[in-house]
């Protein structure tokens, strides 16, 4: 019974949400890597992870165009899509910047604040996008930056990998704030996750 349960549930995904699952794939393995580099100290790892943080947003990008291509559009793969999102573009985002040296006390805070950021703007954009679509079939803007531009850390965290500059070499170093480190460089998950949850930035979405 349990197994019939099992395949009835994954007849129920569309072509849409494999791609979905693609990304929370990339993102996954992202961490993975991440923790192989704390564990190994391979650069080679780390930036693998990097590399799979663009992967996501192309199957993030494919499933959207699928689903509308086919016309099929269900809670299932918006519910999909965002924990997909928050695995791709909050939590491995996150850990890759602690995996570069982001690992002072004010650091995790920011990081953890960042990925709260995430699931608020996943989840309000959940809540609202009937009301955003203005009784349409179609979200016409978001509110606050998408999940996935934090790919653009991503990338900044790639470039400095591949220039050594991590860890204790990090960019703009770091500065001591009371009982904690503080490294500046985490100030670019700051602005991403405050911009991701502002409800005055408005952005048409294509």
């Known amino acids: 019974m349990t197994r019939q349960r099992h395949f009835s549930m994954l007849r129920d995904f569309q072509l849409a949400d494999w791609f979905t699952l693609a990304n929370a794939v990339c993102g996954t393995v992202a961490v993975f890597a991440a923790m192989r580099f704390l564990q190994d100290g391979i650069v080679r790892d780390l930036l693998l992870g990097m590399a799979l943080i663009p ?6 990008a494919l499933d959207g165009r699928i689903a509308r291509w086919r016309k099929v559009a269900s809670t299932l793969g918006r519910e999909l899509d965002s924990l997909a999102d928050v695995i791709s573009f909050g939590v491995a985002p996150a850990a890759l ?7 002072g006390g004010w650091d995790m805070a920011v990081l953890a604040y960042f990925v709260a950021c995430g699931v608020s703007r996943l989840a309000r954009y959940n809540v609202t996008a009937e009301t955003l679509a203005d009784g349409g079939d179609k ?6 930056t998408p999940i996935p531009t934090s790919l653009l850390i991503v990338v900044l965290l790639a470039i400095a990998a591949w220039q050594g500059s991590i860890g204790d070499a990090l960019w703009f170093g770091a500065i001591q704030l009371g009982p904690w480190q503080l490294h ?3 100030l670019v998950y700051v602005l991403s996750g405050s ?9 048409p979405k294509p």
């Open 55 to 60: 992967l996501a947003f192309v199957f993030d």
């Open 97 to 103: 910047g602690y995996a570069c040296g982001l690992q």
């Open 139 to 144: 979200v016409k803007y978001f509110e606050g």
């Open 184 to 186: 500046p460089l985490v």
């Open 195 to 203: 911009l991701m949850v502002s409800k005055t930035l408005r952005i």
